[in-house]
Protein backbone atom coordinates (compact mmCIF):
# COMPACT_ATOMS: atom_id res chain seq x y z
CA UNK A 1 0.00 0.00 0.00
CA UNK A 2 1.48 3.22 -0.92
CA UNK A 3 0.09 6.76 0.44
CA UNK A 4 -0.35 8.07 -3.51
CA UNK A 5 -0.43 11.99 -2.67
CA UNK A 6 -1.73 14.80 -0.15
CA UNK A 7 -3.37 18.29 -0.05
CA UNK A 8 -2.49 21.25 2.07
CA UNK A 9 -5.77 23.43 2.38
CA UNK A 10 -7.08 26.58 3.90
CA UNK A 11 -8.81 25.29 6.87
CA UNK A 12 -12.56 26.81 6.13
CA UNK A 13 -15.58 26.86 8.76
CA UNK A 14 -18.90 27.25 8.05
CA UNK A 15 -21.64 25.07 6.40
CA UNK A 16 -22.87 23.19 3.30
CA UNK A 17 -26.46 24.98 2.97
CA UNK A 18 -29.37 22.38 2.26
CA UNK A 19 -30.11 23.45 -1.60
CA UNK A 20 -26.95 22.75 -1.99
CA UNK A 21 -25.75 19.26 0.25
CA UNK A 22 -29.03 17.71 -1.87
CA UNK A 23 -27.38 18.42 -5.15
CA UNK A 24 -24.03 17.46 -4.45
CA UNK A 25 -25.31 13.80 -3.43
CA UNK A 26 -27.69 13.64 -6.87
CA UNK A 27 -24.45 14.83 -8.46
CA UNK A 28 -22.28 12.48 -6.88
CA UNK A 29 -24.09 9.55 -7.35
CA UNK A 30 -24.42 10.12 -11.08
CA UNK A 31 -21.06 10.63 -11.63
CA UNK A 32 -19.80 7.42 -9.97
CA UNK A 33 -22.47 5.35 -11.85
CA UNK A 34 -21.07 6.87 -14.58
CA UNK A 35 -17.10 5.98 -13.82
CA UNK A 36 -18.59 2.56 -12.92
CA UNK A 37 -20.68 2.06 -15.92
CA UNK A 38 -17.56 2.97 -18.06
CA UNK A 39 -14.19 1.94 -16.37
CA UNK A 40 -15.71 -0.75 -13.70
CA UNK A 41 -16.21 -0.57 -10.15
CA UNK A 42 -12.16 -0.09 -8.91
CA UNK A 43 -11.99 2.49 -11.15
CA UNK A 44 -13.52 4.79 -8.30
CA UNK A 45 -11.49 4.25 -5.91
CA UNK A 46 -8.44 4.60 -7.62
CA UNK A 47 -9.81 8.08 -8.66
CA UNK A 48 -10.53 8.95 -5.24
CA UNK A 49 -7.21 8.35 -4.15
CA UNK A 50 -5.77 11.03 -6.73
CA UNK A 51 -5.77 14.39 -4.65
CA UNK A 52 -5.61 16.49 -7.59
CA UNK A 53 -8.86 14.78 -9.32
CA UNK A 54 -10.88 15.13 -5.75
CA UNK A 55 -10.36 18.73 -5.27
CA UNK A 56 -11.82 18.82 -9.10
CA UNK A 57 -14.83 16.79 -7.93
CA UNK A 58 -15.14 19.22 -4.99
CA UNK A 59 -15.18 22.06 -7.07
CA UNK A 60 -17.53 21.10 -10.14
CA UNK A 61 -20.04 20.18 -7.20
CA UNK A 62 -20.03 23.36 -6.23
CA UNK A 63 -17.84 23.21 -3.20
CA UNK A 64 -15.44 26.45 -2.51
CA UNK A 65 -12.07 25.35 -4.65
CA UNK A 66 -9.53 25.15 -2.19
CA UNK A 67 -10.91 24.84 0.90
CA UNK A 68 -10.80 22.30 3.83
CA UNK A 69 -14.41 21.81 4.07
CA UNK A 70 -14.57 20.15 0.78
CA UNK A 71 -13.13 16.57 2.23
CA UNK A 72 -15.81 16.22 4.83
CA UNK A 73 -18.96 17.68 2.35
CA UNK A 74 -17.87 15.89 -0.70
CA UNK A 75 -17.42 12.53 1.27
CA UNK A 76 -20.33 13.38 3.37
CA UNK A 77 -22.37 14.02 -0.06
CA UNK A 78 -20.88 10.57 -1.45
CA UNK A 79 -21.69 8.35 1.59
CA UNK A 80 -25.32 9.42 1.89
CA UNK A 81 -26.22 8.17 -1.76
CA UNK A 82 -23.39 5.62 -2.23
CA UNK A 83 -24.15 3.28 0.49
CA UNK A 84 -27.72 3.15 0.08
CA UNK A 85 -27.27 1.66 -3.28
CA UNK A 86 -23.73 0.03 -2.42
CA UNK A 87 -25.00 -3.75 -3.53
CA UNK A 88 -25.72 -2.38 -6.67
CA UNK A 89 -22.67 -0.06 -7.22
CA UNK A 90 -20.46 -2.37 -5.52
CA UNK A 91 -18.56 0.48 -3.18
CA UNK A 92 -19.13 0.97 -0.05
CA UNK A 93 -17.92 4.45 1.89
CA UNK A 94 -17.02 4.28 5.42
CA UNK A 95 -15.92 6.17 8.33
CA UNK A 96 -16.52 10.26 8.33
CA UNK A 97 -15.91 13.11 10.63
CA UNK A 98 -15.22 12.95 14.38
CA UNK A 99 -17.33 10.46 15.73
CA UNK A 100 -18.18 8.73 12.66
CA UNK A 101 -14.68 8.06 11.89
CA UNK A 102 -14.18 5.84 14.99
CA UNK A 103 -16.83 3.76 13.23
CA UNK A 104 -14.91 2.82 10.53
CA UNK A 105 -13.91 -0.76 11.77
CA UNK A 106 -17.21 -2.08 12.62
CA UNK A 107 -18.57 -0.73 9.16
CA UNK A 108 -15.67 -2.62 7.60
CA UNK A 109 -16.34 -5.83 9.33
CA UNK A 110 -20.00 -5.91 8.34
CA UNK A 111 -19.13 -5.17 4.54
CA UNK A 112 -16.53 -7.77 4.99
CA UNK A 113 -18.98 -9.96 5.97
CA UNK A 114 -21.50 -9.42 3.82
CA UNK A 115 -19.12 -9.63 0.85
CA UNK A 116 -16.61 -12.67 1.78
CA UNK A 117 -14.01 -9.77 2.24
CA UNK A 118 -11.06 -10.20 4.52
CA UNK A 119 -12.50 -7.89 7.10
CA UNK A 120 -9.29 -8.15 9.57
CA UNK A 121 -7.48 -7.16 6.56
CA UNK A 122 -9.44 -4.03 5.89
CA UNK A 123 -9.13 -3.25 9.31
CA UNK A 124 -5.71 -3.38 9.83
CA UNK A 125 -5.04 -1.41 6.82
CA UNK A 126 -7.73 1.31 7.95
CA UNK A 127 -5.84 1.45 11.49
CA UNK A 128 -2.35 1.74 10.29
CA UNK A 129 -3.28 4.58 7.53
CA UNK A 130 -4.25 6.42 10.65
CA UNK A 131 -1.63 5.66 12.29
CA UNK A 132 0.94 6.65 10.27
CA UNK A 133 -0.22 10.19 9.42
CA UNK A 134 -1.61 10.90 12.88
CA UNK A 135 1.61 9.64 14.92
CA UNK A 136 4.01 7.62 13.39
CA UNK A 137 5.20 10.52 11.11
CA UNK A 138 4.47 14.06 13.04
CA UNK A 139 3.89 16.73 10.80
CA UNK A 140 2.02 19.21 12.82
CA UNK A 141 -1.63 18.14 11.71
CA UNK A 142 -3.86 16.24 13.80
CA UNK A 143 -6.30 13.85 12.14
CA UNK A 144 -10.39 14.53 12.37
CA UNK A 145 -11.61 12.46 9.95
CA UNK A 146 -11.29 9.23 8.28
CA UNK A 147 -13.02 8.09 5.27
CA UNK A 148 -12.21 4.48 3.53
CA UNK A 149 -13.82 4.24 0.15
CA UNK A 150 -13.99 -0.24 -0.79
CA UNK A 151 -15.19 -1.76 -3.54
CA UNK A 152 -16.70 -5.12 -3.20
CA UNK A 153 -13.68 -6.93 -5.43
CA UNK A 154 -11.22 -5.45 -2.48
CA UNK A 155 -9.65 -2.52 -4.03
CA UNK A 156 -9.90 0.50 -2.02
CA UNK A 157 -8.63 3.98 -0.58
CA UNK A 158 -8.35 6.31 2.60
CA UNK A 159 -8.65 9.81 2.53
CA UNK A 160 -8.03 11.63 5.57
CA UNK A 161 -7.71 14.66 7.03
CA UNK A 162 -5.35 16.74 9.99
CA UNK A 163 -5.64 20.26 10.53
CA UNK A 164 -2.54 22.41 12.42
CA UNK A 165 -4.56 25.05 14.29
CA UNK A 166 -1.75 27.18 14.31
CA UNK A 167 -1.36 28.22 10.96
CA UNK A 168 -4.89 27.32 9.89
CA UNK A 169 -4.69 25.16 7.69
CA UNK A 170 -5.71 21.73 6.89
CA UNK A 171 -3.96 18.42 5.11
CA UNK A 172 -5.26 15.84 3.22
CA UNK A 173 -3.66 12.64 2.76
CA UNK A 174 -4.84 10.11 -0.25
CA UNK A 175 -3.92 6.29 0.08
CA UNK A 176 -4.78 3.68 -2.28
CA UNK A 177 -4.36 -0.23 -2.02
CA UNK A 178 -2.99 -0.74 -5.23
CA UNK A 179 -4.13 -4.54 -5.46
CA UNK A 180 -1.73 -4.80 -2.05
CA UNK A 181 -3.75 -5.86 0.85
CA UNK A 182 -0.91 -6.04 3.83
CA UNK A 183 0.08 -2.82 5.24
CA UNK A 184 3.72 -3.93 5.82
CA UNK A 185 4.76 -4.95 3.07
CA UNK A 186 4.93 -1.78 1.55
CA UNK A 187 5.15 1.88 3.44
CA UNK A 188 4.02 4.95 2.47
CA UNK A 189 6.36 6.80 -0.12
CA UNK A 190 6.42 10.08 2.04
CA UNK A 191 5.07 13.31 2.75
CA UNK A 192 4.94 16.14 1.12
CA UNK A 193 3.75 19.88 1.78
CA UNK A 194 4.81 22.69 3.72
CA UNK A 195 7.84 22.31 5.96
CA UNK A 196 6.88 21.74 9.20
CA UNK A 197 9.97 20.95 10.75
CA UNK A 198 11.78 17.56 11.14
CA UNK A 199 9.67 14.38 10.89
CA UNK A 200 9.78 12.78 13.88
CA UNK A 201 10.33 8.90 14.94
CA UNK A 202 7.47 6.24 14.70
CA UNK A 203 5.73 5.94 17.59
CA UNK A 204 3.14 3.30 16.82
CA UNK A 205 3.68 -0.04 17.91
CA UNK A 206 1.59 -1.57 15.01
CA UNK A 207 3.65 0.38 13.03
CA UNK A 208 7.12 -0.85 13.52
CA UNK A 209 7.42 -3.45 11.30
CA UNK A 210 7.83 -0.25 8.62
CA UNK A 211 9.23 1.81 11.12
CA UNK A 212 12.97 1.47 9.69
CA UNK A 213 11.54 1.99 5.93
CA UNK A 214 9.84 5.36 6.40
CA UNK A 215 12.76 6.46 8.46
CA UNK A 216 15.22 5.91 5.32
CA UNK A 217 12.59 8.62 3.09
CA UNK A 218 14.21 11.06 5.68
CA UNK A 219 17.92 10.64 4.80
CA UNK A 220 16.98 10.77 0.73
CA UNK A 221 16.70 13.33 -1.56
CA UNK A 222 13.31 14.81 -1.91
CA UNK A 223 13.21 14.37 -5.83
CA UNK A 224 13.86 10.35 -5.41
CA UNK A 225 9.88 10.16 -3.60
CA UNK A 226 8.39 13.39 -5.30
CA UNK A 227 8.55 11.56 -8.57
CA UNK A 228 5.71 9.34 -7.20
CA UNK A 229 4.43 11.16 -4.67
CA UNK A 230 1.18 13.87 -5.81
CA UNK A 231 1.41 16.58 -3.81
CA UNK A 232 -1.35 20.17 -3.96
CA UNK A 233 -0.84 22.77 -2.05
CA UNK A 234 -3.88 25.11 -2.35
CA UNK A 235 -3.28 29.12 -1.86
CA UNK A 236 -4.97 31.06 1.08
CA UNK A 237 -6.89 33.73 -1.20
CA UNK A 238 -10.48 32.91 -1.71
CA UNK A 239 -11.28 34.36 -4.73
CA UNK A 240 -10.36 32.53 -8.29
CA UNK A 241 -7.35 34.42 -10.46
CA UNK A 242 -6.10 33.51 -14.09
CA UNK A 243 -3.30 32.08 -12.78
CA UNK A 244 -5.04 29.64 -10.78
CA UNK A 245 -6.26 27.72 -14.17
CA UNK A 246 -5.05 27.25 -17.18
CA UNK A 247 -6.73 28.96 -19.48
CA UNK A 248 -6.47 26.95 -22.79
CA UNK A 249 -8.13 24.23 -21.29
CA UNK A 250 -11.06 26.94 -20.08
CA UNK A 251 -10.84 28.68 -23.31
CA UNK A 252 -11.69 25.85 -25.41
CA UNK A 253 -14.44 24.35 -22.90
CA UNK A 254 -16.18 28.01 -23.63
CA UNK A 255 -16.09 27.96 -27.48
CA UNK A 256 -17.93 24.56 -27.07
CA UNK A 257 -20.16 26.07 -24.79
CA UNK A 258 -21.11 29.25 -26.08
CA UNK A 259 -19.44 30.14 -29.32
CA UNK A 260 -20.01 26.89 -31.24
CA UNK A 261 -24.24 25.05 -31.32
CA UNK A 262 -23.50 21.28 -30.37
CA UNK A 263 -26.17 20.82 -32.93
CA UNK A 264 -23.21 21.83 -35.47
CA UNK A 265 -21.53 18.43 -33.89
CA UNK A 266 -23.09 15.17 -35.72
CA UNK A 267 -21.66 13.64 -32.79
CA UNK A 268 -23.63 15.74 -30.20
CA UNK A 269 -27.53 15.78 -31.68
CA UNK A 270 -28.25 14.15 -28.96
CA UNK A 271 -27.53 16.69 -26.73
CA UNK A 272 -29.63 18.78 -28.50
CA UNK A 273 -31.95 21.08 -26.09
CA UNK A 274 -29.61 21.47 -23.66
CA UNK A 275 -28.77 24.89 -23.54
CA UNK A 276 -25.76 26.76 -24.28
CA UNK A 277 -24.18 27.05 -20.31
CA UNK A 278 -25.19 23.52 -19.01
CA UNK A 279 -23.58 22.58 -22.09
CA UNK A 280 -20.14 24.50 -20.33
CA UNK A 281 -20.90 22.23 -17.01
CA UNK A 282 -21.23 19.02 -18.51
CA UNK A 283 -18.32 19.63 -20.33
CA UNK A 284 -16.36 20.08 -17.42
CA UNK A 285 -18.04 16.82 -15.51
CA UNK A 286 -17.56 14.55 -18.48
CA UNK A 287 -13.83 15.81 -17.74
CA UNK A 288 -14.14 14.39 -14.31
CA UNK A 289 -15.57 11.28 -15.52
CA UNK A 290 -12.74 10.65 -18.58
CA UNK A 291 -10.16 13.01 -18.68
CA UNK A 292 -6.55 11.52 -17.61
CA UNK A 293 -4.83 12.65 -14.75
CA UNK A 294 -2.79 15.02 -16.53
CA UNK A 295 -6.03 17.41 -16.65
CA UNK A 296 -6.63 17.57 -12.81
CA UNK A 297 -3.44 20.23 -12.10
CA UNK A 298 -5.85 23.04 -12.11
CA UNK A 299 -8.96 22.23 -9.44
CA UNK A 300 -9.93 26.00 -9.79
CA UNK A 301 -11.07 25.83 -13.91
CA UNK A 302 -13.77 22.72 -12.38
CA UNK A 303 -15.46 25.74 -10.49
CA UNK A 304 -16.66 27.39 -13.90
CA UNK A 305 -18.97 24.38 -13.57
CA UNK A 306 -21.48 24.92 -10.83
CA UNK A 307 -19.46 28.14 -9.33
CA UNK A 308 -19.26 28.01 -5.42
CA UNK A 309 -21.48 27.89 -2.38
CA UNK A 310 -19.68 31.39 -1.00
CA UNK A 311 -19.69 33.08 -4.37
CA UNK A 312 -16.57 32.55 -5.48
CA UNK A 313 -15.92 32.01 -8.65
CA UNK A 314 -20.13 33.41 -8.73
CA UNK A 315 -22.80 32.06 -6.94
CA UNK A 316 -23.77 28.82 -7.60
CA UNK A 317 -26.30 28.41 -10.95
CA UNK A 318 -29.04 26.11 -9.69
CA UNK A 319 -30.85 26.08 -12.94
CA UNK A 320 -28.26 24.89 -14.39
CA UNK A 321 -27.16 22.24 -12.02
CA UNK A 322 -30.67 20.77 -12.14
CA UNK A 323 -30.06 20.51 -16.16
CA UNK A 324 -26.61 18.89 -15.63
CA UNK A 325 -27.74 16.30 -13.04
CA UNK A 326 -30.45 15.45 -15.01
CA UNK A 327 -28.91 14.97 -18.12
CA UNK A 328 -26.41 12.85 -16.59
CA UNK A 329 -28.86 10.73 -15.24
CA UNK A 330 -30.97 10.44 -17.79
CA UNK A 331 -27.64 8.71 -19.62
CA UNK A 332 -26.93 6.77 -16.66
CA UNK A 333 -30.21 5.18 -16.61
CA UNK A 334 -30.38 4.84 -20.65
CA UNK A 335 -26.62 3.04 -20.26
CA UNK A 336 -27.90 0.51 -17.84
CA UNK A 337 -30.48 -0.68 -20.49
CA UNK A 338 -27.89 -0.65 -23.18
CA UNK A 339 -28.32 2.67 -24.36
CA UNK A 340 -25.31 3.92 -24.39
CA UNK A 341 -25.78 7.05 -27.13
CA UNK A 342 -26.59 9.96 -24.47
CA UNK A 343 -24.08 8.63 -22.55
CA UNK A 344 -21.23 8.56 -25.48
CA UNK A 345 -22.22 12.12 -26.52
CA UNK A 346 -21.21 13.58 -22.98
CA UNK A 347 -17.93 11.40 -22.65
CA UNK A 348 -17.69 13.55 -26.48
CA UNK A 349 -18.09 17.06 -24.77
CA UNK A 350 -14.57 16.53 -22.96
CA UNK A 351 -13.19 14.84 -26.31
CA UNK A 352 -14.09 17.71 -28.72
CA UNK A 353 -12.81 20.49 -25.62
CA UNK A 354 -8.88 18.49 -25.41
CA UNK A 355 -8.85 18.54 -29.12
CA UNK A 356 -9.47 21.92 -30.01
CA UNK A 357 -7.09 23.41 -27.25
CA UNK A 358 -4.10 22.87 -29.08
CA UNK A 359 -5.31 25.71 -31.87
CA UNK A 360 -6.48 27.65 -29.04
CA UNK A 361 -4.77 30.75 -27.47
CA UNK A 362 -5.12 31.46 -24.09
CA UNK A 363 -4.88 35.12 -24.44
CA UNK A 364 -8.30 35.00 -26.09
CA UNK A 365 -10.17 34.18 -22.85
CA UNK A 366 -10.76 37.27 -20.90
CA UNK A 367 -10.91 36.17 -17.84
CA UNK A 368 -12.15 38.60 -15.70
CA UNK A 369 -15.22 39.71 -18.30
CA UNK A 370 -16.05 35.68 -17.50
CA UNK A 371 -16.62 35.99 -14.56
CA UNK A 372 -18.27 39.62 -14.56
CA UNK A 373 -20.73 38.08 -17.06
CA UNK A 374 -21.10 34.84 -14.61
CA UNK A 375 -21.87 37.44 -11.70
CA UNK A 376 -24.21 39.08 -14.21
CA UNK A 377 -26.14 36.35 -15.14
CA UNK A 378 -26.31 34.47 -11.86
CA UNK A 379 -29.85 35.67 -11.06
CA UNK A 380 -31.27 34.11 -14.29
CA UNK A 381 -29.64 30.59 -13.83
CA UNK A 382 -30.90 30.37 -9.99
CA UNK A 383 -27.92 31.64 -8.37
CA UNK A 384 -27.40 31.31 -4.53
CA UNK A 385 -24.70 31.62 -1.73
CA UNK A 386 -24.87 30.70 1.56
CA UNK A 387 -25.49 33.95 1.88
CA UNK A 388 -28.77 33.91 -0.10
CA UNK A 389 -30.58 34.71 -3.74
CA UNK A 390 -28.88 36.42 -6.60
CA UNK A 391 -30.09 39.37 -7.31
CA UNK A 392 -30.68 40.90 -10.88
CA UNK A 393 -28.10 43.66 -11.27
CA UNK A 394 -28.17 47.37 -10.76
CA UNK A 395 -27.80 48.52 -14.06
CA UNK A 396 -30.31 45.98 -15.51
CA UNK A 397 -32.65 46.72 -13.22
CA UNK A 398 -32.45 50.53 -13.64
CA UNK A 399 -33.05 49.76 -17.60
CA UNK A 400 -35.87 47.68 -16.99
CA UNK A 401 -37.49 50.36 -14.74
CA UNK A 402 -36.91 52.40 -17.47
CA UNK A 403 -39.01 50.72 -20.36
CA UNK A 404 -41.97 51.22 -17.93
CA UNK A 405 -42.09 55.14 -18.71
Known amino acids: ?5 SADLPLHYGYVPKWLA ?3 AKLGLAITESIITEYGKDAFPQKMSDPFWF ?7 GMDWHSSGITTSVMGALKKVINPNAKTLGIYICGGKGKFSK ?3 AELLKIANATGLNGYDLVHSSKLSAKVDNTAVQDGFQL ?13 SVIQQGMNAGNKTARRYHWHSD ?3 SFTEEP ?11 ILNLTAKEAANVKQNILQFTTEEPAVFLKEFQQLIMPAHHYVKAEDINLKRLGSILWLAHDRSPKDFEELLLLEGVGPRTIQSLTLVSEVIHGTPSRFKDPARFSFAHGGKDGHPFPVPTKVYDETISTLQTAVHKAKLGNTEKSEAIKKLHTIAANAEKDFIAEQTNFNALI ?6 SWNYGGKTVHGDAKLPKELKQSSQLKLF
Open 1 to 5: MKRSG
Open 55 to 61: QSLGAVM
Open 188 to 198: HTGICGINQGA
Open 372 to 377: EKERND
Open 144 to 156: YTHNFILSDNGNW
Open 103 to 105: ETP
Open 179 to 181: NIT
Open 22 to 24: ERM
